[in-house]
């Protein structure tokens, strides 16, 4: 099987594999923790950085000021691919999956296809993709496929 579901189910279970025990372990010592959200954001902030780039820590969002937020200030995945079906079936929704299901927490990615930053919030439930007003439709200027790809709005 090929496209983009193929590229979803690869990345999620590449990230499975990488973890190892380690999301079972959590979920299972300290999952229901309050502090979960800015715990894992911190260990996202220092672990990560190598693959997806420099990492600030914020809240989660201008309401809720608890710790759970992390910004990825230029997102490699974005600025390499410029292409947002990558982004979205090769990072975002694989990781939004692996952090529920393997960690048992929530996690809401948020890419900014004009700045090239990506705000992660660890505790707060995704919206289903088709949905989330941070994926735009149709392809981006700047996406090796838009020539190939004109006026189709699928990811």
Request: proline residues 9%; hydrophobic residues 40%.
């Amino acid at each position: 099987e090929n496209g983009p579901d193929a590229l979803e189910r690869v990345s999620y279970q590449t990230m499975i594999a990488l973890a190892g025990p380690v999301p079972f372990i959590y979920k299972n010592l300290f999952g229901s923790l309050e502090a979960t959200p800015a715990i894992l954001a911190w260990f996202a902030k220092f672990l990560l950085p190598f693959l997806v780039g420099e990492m600030t820590l914020t809240t989660r969002n201008e309401k809720d000021l608890r710790g759970g937020g992390v910004l990825v200030r230029r997102c490699r995945v974005l600025e390499g691919s410029g292409c947002k079906g990558i982004c979205a079936k090769m990072c975002k929704v694989p990781t939004q999956r692996f952090f529920a299901e393997a960690w048992g927490v929530p996690l809401t990615m948020s890419p900014n296809f004009e700045t090239g930053e990506c705000q992660l919030v660890f505790g707060l439930e995704p919206q289903p993709i088709e949905d989330d007003p941070t994926i735009p439709p149709g392809c981006l200027t700047r996406c090796p496929a838009s020539t190939l790809m004109e006026g189709s709005s699928s990811l």
